[in-house]
Structures are given as C-alpha cells and as structure tokens.
C-alpha cells in the first residue's frame, strides 16, 4: 500500500519514475500563495538559490539583485526559494520573509513561498535538483543556504555552485555570458 502511495504521490507532484525530462514540469507557489509555472521560463537561464534571512550568506540578496537587474534582459532569471533546514535561519513566515526581503534588499527577482530544502520534507523540486535519476546532471545534497543550481535554456542542471561561491562569480558570469 505504501508503495501504491508513493507511486501516485510521484506521478501527482509531475514526476514520472522514469525521470522527469526538465524543470518545466514543475509548479510552485509564489511567495504570494499564488502558482508558478516554471514552463514560464522556457528559453531562459534559471538560477535557483535556497535563502534565509538569518544567515552569515543572507548579504548575497544584494549580489542577487543586482545580477538580476544587469541580467534579466538577456534571458536570465534567479528564483529564491527560503527554507529553514539550517539552523533555523529561516524561521518567519512568507509575509515576514517578503518584508525583509523588501525592506533590507528591495529585491526584484521572484521569491517563491518557503519549502524544505532536504529532508523527508525536501519538496519535489528539490528533489529534481539533487537526484541524478531525475536530473539528468548528477547527484547532490544542499549543503547549506544560499546554494546555487543553474539550469540551462533548454531546461537541464548545468551547474551547481556552493554558498560560499557569490552569485556574480566568474563562473556564474560566464554561464550568463557564453551563447
């Protein structure tokens, strides 16, 4: 029975057993409690970060935005995501987040609603991030906040950048960069 479960939790949450192709099969809600669509995005090169507010890594908002700003018209979009899976450093609710995300960064870059970043919580599309099997790319684990995925314009795990590593790096410059 809990197999049968499983089985239809995958093919509800969009992900197939076999794999799933891309990330445009998912929807996510938005920190408004509104759904995101990330077939949306075709086209474009995505980074998806997990943030906190509460983190030593929580000044890379700034670093985000501005990368968005210079960015975003060639095709580029960063879509956060906050989670509380480190030291509770994302404790607020969506509201609280939202506010402080405003208020100390004025970010202009889509903020989705807080989901579980790893876990027996860790939400599906996260679970596409780290499963080579579903990926495509390889296998990883979130290691901390503000960990960076990029993904292509056709939609595949290219790249995946540690916390430590700010958003306007060489190497996210050059992604951005190369045609």
Request: hydrophobic share 35%; charged share 25%.
């Amino acid at each position: 029975m809990k197999t049968i479960i499983f089985t239809f939790f995958l093919i509800f949450a969009g992900i197939s057993l076999s794999g799933q192709s891309s990330i445009y099969d998912f929807v996510v809600k938005d920190i408004n409690g509104k759904d995101f669509s990330f077939s949306s995005l075709k086209g474009k090169k995505i980074m998806i970060i997990n943030t906190a507010s509460k983190c030593g890594f929580t000044p890379q908002y700034a670093d985000l935005d501005s990368l968005y700003k210079k960015y975003n018209d060639r095709n580029f979009v960063i879509i956060a995501f906050p989670a509380n899976n480190f030291m509770n450093q994302e404790p607020g609710s969506d509201k609280q987040i939202q506010d402080f995300c405003q208020k100390n960064y004025g970010i202009s870059f889509p903020l989705m609603s807080k989901i579980s970043v790893k876990g027996d919580d860790m939400h599906p599309l996260y679970k596409w991030l780290t499963t080579k099997n579903l990926n495509g790319f390889k296998d990883s684990e979130v290691k901390w906040n503000f960990q960076k995925y990029l993904i292509d314009e056709s939609g595949k795990l290219v790249a995946i950048i540690p916390s430590k590593e700010k958003p306007d790096s060489q190497q996210v410059i050059e992604w951005l960069t190369k045609k």
